[in-house]
């Protein structure tokens, strides 16, 4: 485990999303669970962070193989794990675009780009690179993505209609937008509203000037949507 004070006020303060998406009467029920986890782990904040994204029976219904699978990614491209967390799907996506290609893990959390950071460098992945983005200007580096991929993190994104428009500049031709998002259904998703309708990302996905390639169905608990931009 790393040296680090814990210190569930500042593990909070970076994560804005969690301010704004969550009912104020949530809080505090989130703050004790990351305390509780906090005590039984043994985590840091960007540990606590990753343990929540990527809960222990996520493999099961996420099926990173065949979402990667679906995607038909060829060695040499580059692709953007946009909001890439703690690296869930980053490691999946570097090992189909092989050592001549590149993954930016992107994120507006320090906490979770300097957890990246360690597992890219322990992980020896040089085909991967750690972007912070600012969060209140969340652009994407202009260096010509084949595949834009977002899992859980378009909800989270400030007016996606133009940011998935000038994202499109950012994209090399026949370049892809695929987006993964929580269905609001269950549950947990009421407590912690954490989704997108599957519509929505559509209709926002249409004014932005991209048509839809595929919609795949076979995530339970998640909307799996393929775009590709509109011609001009
Ligand atoms: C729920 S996590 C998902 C992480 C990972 N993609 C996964 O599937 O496990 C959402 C992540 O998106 C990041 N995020 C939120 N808004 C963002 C933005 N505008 N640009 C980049 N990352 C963002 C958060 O900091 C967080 O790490």
Known sequence: ??????????????????????????????????????????????????????????????????????????????????????????????KAVGLEGRVYAIDVDPDMTALLERSVAEGNHSNVEVLLVDPTEPELPDVGFDLIFTCNTYHHIDERTAYFERVKSTLNRGGRVAIIDHKPEGWFQKIFPHSSQRESIRSEMDAAGYRLDRDYDYLSKQSFLVFSPEPD
């Open 1 to 94: 485990m790393r040296e680090e004070i814990f210190d569930p006020q500042r593990c909070f303060a970076k994560a804005k999303f969690v301010r704004r998406r969550i009912p104020r009467a949530s809080r505090g029920g989130i703050l004790a669970l990351v305390v509780l986890s906090q005590a039984l782990l043994g985590v840091d904040c960007s540990g606590i962070k990753q343990r929540m994204y990527e809960p222990a029976d996520r493999d099961r219904w996420q099926q990173p193989e065949r979402v990667i699978a679906s995607l038909a990614i060829e060695p040499g491209q580059r692709v953007a794990d946009l909001g890439a967390g703690g690296g869930y799907f980053t490691f999946h996506l570097a």
